[in-house]
């Protein structure tokens, strides 16, 4: 059976189909995509049609535990949907924030720390700030900026790979790890000295 939902493209919505599914959230709604060469396992969380989070990790069993982190941190609600619809309009969006630069437009949602977020949407493509520029620039504790960040609902189309330690060097890239951010660093042209 499928149903239509509604997709957050820039801040317009757009039906797209996908699969409805009964039940708690389980491990086998994940799908794919490719992130610049990384393939990776996906899960969106939707509520009344909007994509409100997606979570991805090398593992199916993962992707869906860092989506319940997602959603403790943020307190959200919903269901745990898996989409083709859904991996092509990430695959999109992806491309438009890393080679295109276009910026991407936050839900209408009070995500935890939302500062942040908005903050880091003002990095354009092909530039980095350090995480400490970020904790000034939101006005959110350094801590608290870390922990926001490893709860990115939109990680890539909110740029967290576009930030740096204060030696410029790159730290975490939590869940996928240093080597994706430094390819999605180099496909912006961003050039790392190490």
């Known amino acids: 059976m499928l149903l239509r939902l509604r997709a957050l493209t820039g801040g317009k919505l757009k039906s797209v189909e996908a699969e409805q599914v009964e039940g708690p959230p389980r491990v086998g709604r994940c799908g794919e995509v490719d992130v610049f060469g990384f393939n990776v396992k996906v899960v969106f ?31 959200l609600d919903g269901e745990l949907k898996k989409s083709s619809a859904f991996e092509r309009w990430l695959r999109e969006w992806l491309s438009r924030v890393v080679v295109q630069g276009e910026r991407y437009e936050l839900p209408d949602f009070k995500y935890r720390h939302k500062r942040v977020y908005e903050k880091l949407l003002e990095v354009p493509k092909g530039e980095t700030i350090t995480y400490s520029e970020l904790a000034r620039a939101s006005g959110v504790k350094y801590q608290e900026v870390l922990a926001a960040l490893m709860r990115n609902p939109f990680q890539v189309l909110v740029p967290c790979h576009r ?11 939590y869940p996928l790890g240093k080597d994706v951010k430094r390819r999605l660093l180099e496909v912006e042209g961003v050039k790392l000295e190490w």
Do not use: P
């Open 45 to 75: 969380l939707v509520l009344e049609g909007d994509v409100l989070a997606y979570s991805w990790h090398y593992t199916k069993e993962k992707a869906v535990g860092h989506m319940k982190k997602i959603v403790e941190f943020h307190g």
């Open 163 to 173: 930030l740096l330690t204060r030696k410029r060097t790159l730290m975490g890239f």
